[in-house]
């Protein structure tokens, strides 16, 4: 009679023992033994809630976080194609006060940094600096920003303002 219920039993017993662990193959910590998720995985990536790549189930950095300002990052060579004649200047193109943010200095060659709110390879920009009001958007392509704007004196764009448009051309040194 006890082997009949050890019989019985067993299966039970067995069936228990079920190795726990993370059974997630993109878990860091993932158990190729483990029969049974316990919930213990563990995921690695960006954990910066502005990066670019964010990744909400990761709970360590392993440093990937990528940044849209990043591909801006450089110092420039500009051309200036324009109604009026700026003289071809030095760019310093960096990174703004955010994550969405770049700085582009000696904007127009007249030594005034422009800030520009990015949206991918793209980004927007509206101002007053010294006096003038600019309004904008650029984008980069391989590396070479393309801007076009306008100018105002006196910014009451568009109202009664006799802007200047400019289309300026950054080419990495």
């Given at each position: 009679m006890k082997t009949i219920y050890l019989l019985l039993l067993s299966p039970l017993l067995l069936a228990g023992c079920a190795k726990k662990g993370c059974t997630d193959s993109n878990a860091s910590n993932h158990n190729v033994e483990a029969q049974k998720n316990d919930g213990s995985c563990e995921y690695l990536g960006c954990t910066?809630?502005?990066?670019?790549?964010?990744?909400?189930?990761a709970k360590t950095d392993?440093?990937?976080?990528?940044?849209?300002?990043?591909?801006?990052?450089s110092t420039y060579n500009v051309k200036g194609f324009c109604d009026y004649a700026p003289d071809d200047h030095v760019s310093v193109v960096s990174k703004g006060p955010t994550s969405k943010d770049i700085v582009i200095s000696n904007f127009d060659n007249?030594?005034?940094?422009?800030?520009?709110?990015?949206?991918?390879?793209?980004?927007?920009?509206?101002d007053i600096l010294d006096g003038v009001?600019?309004?904008?958007?650029?984008?980069?392509?391989?590396?070479?920003?393309?801007?076009?704007?306008?100018?105002?004196?006196?910014?009451?764009?568009p109202d009664e303002c006799d802007e200047s448009t400019c289309q300026l051309k950054y080419t990495p040194q």
């Open positions: 910066d809630m502005e990066a670019d790549n964010y990744n909400s189930f392993n440093g990937s976080c990528t940044y849209s300002w990043q591909k801006y990052v007249r030594g005034l940094d422009m800030r520009a709110t990015i949206a991918g390879n793209e980004f927007t920009f509206s009001g600019y309004i904008g958007s650029g984008y980069i392509v391989d590396g070479i920003i393309t801007i076009n704007y306008s100018a105002c004196e006196d910014y009451n764009y």
